[in-house]
């Protein structure tokens, strides 16, 4: 069965960072156009990080640029989110995602989206 499995969710004090996981089982993530989106509670699913598939074009929403890192490694056909100078705003249930249309930007949450990972909450709290 072709599914994306997250890990690495978890509570953090603001300031401080975490790495989020997602691996592919049942199909390759070179294929794909891969990132995550993120959902607060009372919010729409908002795009946050995606990287192509050639992995040489990167796109960040503006409120993550500078504090969030998305990369790939196609060996364990796995993908990661490090997140830096953590804030109370970016508690969310983090979703990855793989994309196998064409990307120029951020992809929307959409039927598009060939892909989703189960969800991990992220906590900023003090």
């Known amino acids: 069965q072709a599914q994306l499995v997250e890990s690495g969710g978890g509570s953090v004090q603001p300031g401080g960072s975490l790495r989020l996981s997602c691996s592919a089982s049942?199909?390759?993530?070179?294929?794909?156009?891969i990132g995550w989106f993120r959902q607060a509670p009372g919010k729409e699913r908002e795009g946050v990080a995606w990287?192509?598939?050639?992995?040489?074009?990167?796109y960040y929403a503006d409120s993550v640029q500078g504090r969030f890192t998305i990369s790939r490694d196609n060996v364990k056909n796995t993908m990661y989110l490090q997140m830096t100078a953590l804030r109370p705003e970016d508690t969310a249930v983090y979703y990855c995602?793989?994309?196998?249309?064409?990307?120029?930007?951020?992809?929307?949450?959409?039927?598009?989206?060939?892909?989703w990972g189960q969800g991990a909450q992220v906590t900023v709290s003090s």
């Open positions: 995602a793989a994309l196998a249309l064409s990307i120029e930007s951020m992809p929307t949450a959409g039927p598009n989206i060939n892909y």
């Open positions: 049942g199909f390759s993530l070179d294929n794909y156009n």
């Open positions: 990287i192509d598939r050639s992995a040489f074009n990167t």
